[in-house]
């Protein structure tokens, strides 16, 4: 069978007695790319990867790597290797040997493991560091000797849970730039778990956003921020506005939606609707525009009900009906408080039609 699938997951559940945690996924990973898979805690995504990595069997369904369906292979005849969140090193053998590792197991000549693990060393930026024991390595450091000894043995997919999940923050942030480079110079598929949907959108391909066992989305970074396919994709990345309301008229390009019963917008019919049907319009805070004027093709005259400093930025929280408040997130590029709009102000919220999800469910 040829393929030109790294991964490939086909109808696949895995249910734990009566919990099902994956819930009929069928997906497809290419060669090469940096996957994520992104949800809250308990959605299915390290099951997910325990699965394409023999450590669970699917319930149903089937799983194949580079073409190959894997049945019930256990992971150590699977071309994979999985680097876990809590780095797991042998605090006993140095660093060199906790990279070797593989390869002795695998009976390679001596001399071509010393080569093979500088090279290593020297990809994951420790070289010269062998001779050391984990203990005597920062926490960066020894996730980078994770990283290398996972990546020593080729495997064709490299499988990752939250790998930088125990660092602080500077150290994620650097780390996972680093990771990203890592994996393009290197070639290898990533697949790769994370709660964190800015690391997620920062590192990935491709991303699959889960939740309850589901794939909700599966898509670029900037199509799952620009396009959420449903309310809680918009809702888990990012802050999302929501407004509620039903569909009064449909043109050929536009939907007329009355949100609560009151305010009227124009959106873009960029998905099947009818006329009486509720549905959620979706605006990031920062795509709104506020003005003492209409301005924007978008608009909706308000109230201002907050105003919150950030420094970078200026938040408004605008009151345009009784159920419903927006929030706003201005660039502060003026500076000076007299510039800015004041609690109690009337103004009008307005922005593109492009920035607009309409969402069914
Ligand atoms: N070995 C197991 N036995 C029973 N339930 C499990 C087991 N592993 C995971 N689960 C359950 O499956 C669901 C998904 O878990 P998990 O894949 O770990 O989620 P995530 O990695 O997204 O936090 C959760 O409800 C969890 O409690
Ligand atoms: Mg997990």
């Known amino acids: 069978m040829t ?3 790294a991964v490939e997951l086909c109808e696949v559940t895995k249910k734990f007695g009566q919990v099902v945690a994956v819930d009929n996924i069928s997906l497809e990973i290419h060669d090469g790319e940096f996957f994520s898979l992104l949800g809250p805690s308990g959605c299915g995504k390290t099951t997910t990867l325990r699965l394409i990595g023999g450590f669970e069997m699917p319930t149903s369904g089937e799983i194949s790597i580079g073409g190959e369906q894997q049945g019930y292979k256990p992971p150590f005849q699977r071309p994979v290797n999985t680097v876990f969140q809590n780095y797991a090193l042998f605090p006993h053998m140095t660093i060199f040997q906790n990279v070797a590792f593989g390869l002795q197991m695998q009976k390679v000549p001596k001399d071509e493991i010393e080569r093979r693990v500088e090279e290593m060393l020297a990809l994951v930026q420790l070289p010269g560091m062998g001779s050391r024991k984990p203990n005597q390595l920062s926490g960066g450091q020894q996730q980078r000797v994770a990283l290398a000894r996972a990546l020593i043995n080729q495997p064709k997919v490299l ?26 110079r290197v070639g290898i598929t990533f697949v790769y778990v994370t709660h964190d949907q800015e690391e997620a959108l920062t590192m990935s391909d491709r991303i699959a956003v889960m939740n309850e066992g589901r794939v909700l989305q599966l898509d670029g970074p900037e199509e799952i921020y620009e396009q959420p396919a449903n309310r809680f994709v918009a809702d888990f990345i990012g802050e999302t506005n929501f407004m ?9 390009d536009r939907a007329h939606v009355l949100i609560d019963d009151q305010v009227p917008v124009r959106v873009l019919r960029t998905r099947d609707v009818r006329v009486g049907q509720e549905v959620t319009i979706a ?3 920062e795509k709104f525009s506020v003005t003492k004027d209409k301005v924007r093709e978008i608009d909706i005259p308000g109230v201002v009900e907050e105003v919150i400093y950030i420094g970078t930025d200026i938040r408004y929280l605008v009151r345009i009906t009784d159920q419903t408040l927006l929030a706003v997130r201005e660039q502060n590029s003026g500076g000076m408080a007299a510039e800015r709009f004041r609690v109690g102000d009337d103004l009008h919220i307005g922005w593109y039609a492009r920035n607009t999800s309409l969402l069914t469910e």
């Open 159 to 184: 499988l990752l849970d939250e790998p930088l999940g125990a660092l602080d923050l500077k150290l994620r942030k650097a780390m996972q730039l680093e990771l990203k480079e890592l994996q393009q």
């Open 3 to 5: 393929t030109e699938f």
């Open 244 to 252: 509620m309301g039903k569909i009064t008229e449909l043109s050929e």
């Open 283 to 285: 605006v990031r805070p």
